[in-house]
């Protein structure tokens, strides 16, 4: 449960206490799914996955009350309100035929701060139940160090994921040499080929993209305008349309890609790898 604490007042960039205040975690829900029906209420446990995901956020300081920052569930349906907020979450329902989670995340944004408090929107992927939690601040401080428009996690990719499609990879500027958890440098590029070629030796890693965006507010309000870009549709990766508008992309190093749940097969995975952390 989410610690039941009075709500800080809110707080400019200039005075933060706290590194989450100005910081909304906006985690996009859509009820039907192509291979897996009514994916963010499937039961993992005690909770629904989305709930799971909620949890992560607040694992990491967000919403819990002792700062500004807000966890927030954009849905589409109230079956998955209704489940939030039945575990002490908050929900906003939104307009069901978004082309994107990103549209959806900034009509969440839009309805819960219009006045513009919050300056840091993340973009947690609500099928993510066991994402560790610690990546998500270094994910906000990354992208406010470095001014950029969007900061987003990578990590190493095993052997097996690199041929893969649906594991998109990131093309990122390190010094050589350090790969290390915890380095920040800028995208060039995304694809689902592997790339760069020659890629998975000591010194020219190839990179898992992990699908979670912090973005400046104001990036993601001139990105929802943009159209869809030529390489956004060549790759049917929707970050390329923001590297296209010229946007500065960096890249967060973490140890390791959490688990998404797509299939059955990956539902049950899931419930595995949860059963065994508690």
């Given at each position: ?263 059955p097969e990956d539902l049950n995975q899931a419930r595995r790898r949860m059963e065994t952390k508690t």
């Amino acid at each position: 449960m989410r610690p039941n604490v009075p709500i800080s007042s809110s707080a400019s960039s200039s005075d933060r206490v706290d590194p989450r205040d100005g910081v909304a975690v906006i985690i996009p829900a859509r009820l039907k799914a192509m291979r897996l029906p009514e994916k963010p209420l499937a039961m993992i446990g005690d909770a629904p996955m989305i709930v799971h995901v909620m949890r992560r956020a607040w694992e990491a300081g967000f919403g819990t009350g002792q700062n500004t920052s807000r966890v927030v569930v954009a849905c589409d349906d109230a079956s998955i309100a209704d489940a939030v907020t039945a575990h002490g979450g908050e929900a906003i329902l939104t307009d069901p035929d978004h082309p994107s989670g990103s549209d959806r995340v900034y009509e969440a944004l839009m309805n819960i701060d219009p006045e513009g408090e919050i300056d840091t929107v993340v973009n947690l992927q609500g099928d993510l139940p066991d994402i560790n939690a610690a990546m998500l601040l270094p994910l906000v401080e990354a992208l406010r160090d470095q001014q950029a428009d969007i900061a987003t996690p990578v990590a190493p990719a095993q052997d097996h994921e690199i041929p893969l499609p649906q594991v998109v990879k990131a093309v990122v500027v390190l010094p050589e040499g350090q790969i290390d958890a915890g380095q920040v440098g800028p995208v060039l590029y995304f694809s689902r080929q592997p790339i760069p070629t020659g890629g998975g030796t000591a010194t020219l890693p190839i990179w898992h993209h992990v699908g979670i965006y912090a973005w400046s507010r104001q990036a993601l309000a001139t990105f929802v305008n943009l159209p869809p870009s030529p390489l956004e549709k060549s790759e049917k990766l929707e970050q390329l349309r923001a590297l296209e508008a010229g946007m500065r992309i960096v890249a967060l190093v973490v140890d390791s890609a959490p688990g998404g749940v797509d299939t059955p097969e990956d539902l049950n995975q899931a419930r595995r790898r949860m059963e065994t952390k508690t």
